[in-house]
């Protein structure tokens, strides 16, 4: 079932099920028929920005190029795609090179303005998938046809749990000084919420439970006695039974969590999923979606 269902906040939305991957070249070539005869942009799905499309879009008129990407500068390059920039042309595009190796801190922020013609360069195979930054870009940068665009401010890569919820942290550092609460919260006594937390609508939260710092709560979650969550994620609808810790975790939509479970650091536990009472996860525990789990696990492992 898509999550969005046919639209979202009046945007319409057509999927692609995809029979074979891709790549992160493919689907872009797979939209041409949609996409007409105009520049276009893509953006990557697991980043978190402020980044102004428009002026990205503008920049990229001006130049004339086939590709501009947005650029943001980081501490670390070796994560990403990396460029050498001269004025606004990429003159070299490395996909994640080793941290001493890197030409640069400037790095691909993972969104881009493209014209029609780089379908062009994308040649799909039925045997694999082509990758944009190892094998489009670097084409196009020996070509002088790809711009880069650099931006300062918000930018952040969300792909993995930690980055998550490092933006989750900074999100409530800056935008809430005190606790936030939705309509009918109902708190036990002597709960503590702990700022900067933020608790969604019908919430419920029994006595002597301790929340936050950075905790975001969904809707409709319920939350039992004596637990105790910190610099966590928790979906709506989850429950969170009596005297359960979570610390640096995120719970899925839906999930349950039984008494006395102990949750530590990096686990993620997915929707609709049922942890039964007394079970510890160890750190950076994966459950996926509508898995049971009635024994700790003390290994860093995904349980599919």
Known sequence: MHRYGNSKFG???????????????????????????EPFLVLNGDIFTDIN???????????????TIALVEVPDPSRYGVVLLEDSRILDFIEKPKATKAPSNLVNAGIYAFTPEIFDYIELSKKRGVSIEKEVFPKLAEEGKLYGKVFK?????????????YTNRLLLESH?????????????RDVQIVRPSILGNRVEVGEKSVI????????????GRGVRIENSIIFEGATISDFSSIKSA?????????????IEEGCIVGDHTLIKDNVT???????CPSKEVSESILTSTSLL
């Not at 428009?54 to 190029?65: D, F, I, P, V, W």
């Not at 401010?153 to 919820?165: A, E, T």
């Not at 996860?281 to 459950?287: A, P």
């Open 176 to 188: 809430f000084a005190n606790n936030w609460y939705g309509e009918d919260v109902k708190l036990g």
């Open 281 to 287: 996860l160890t750190r950076d525990v994966t459950v």
């Open 11 to 37: 945007a319409n939305i057509i999927y692609s099920k995809e029979e074979r991957p891709l790549g992160t070249a493919g689907p872009i070539k797979k939209a041409a028929p949609l996409l007409g005869e």
């Open 53 to 67: 499309y428009k002026e990205l879009m503008e920049a990229h008129l001006e130049n004339g190029s086939v590709a």
């Open 250 to 262: 995120i719970i899925g939509k839906n999930a349950y969590i039984g008494r006395w479970v102990k």
């Open 212 to 223: 936050g710092p950075y905790v975001s709560v969904g809707d409709s979650v319920h939350i």
């Open 153 to 165: 401010g918000l930018w952040m890569d969300i792909g993995k749990p930690r980055d998550y919820l």
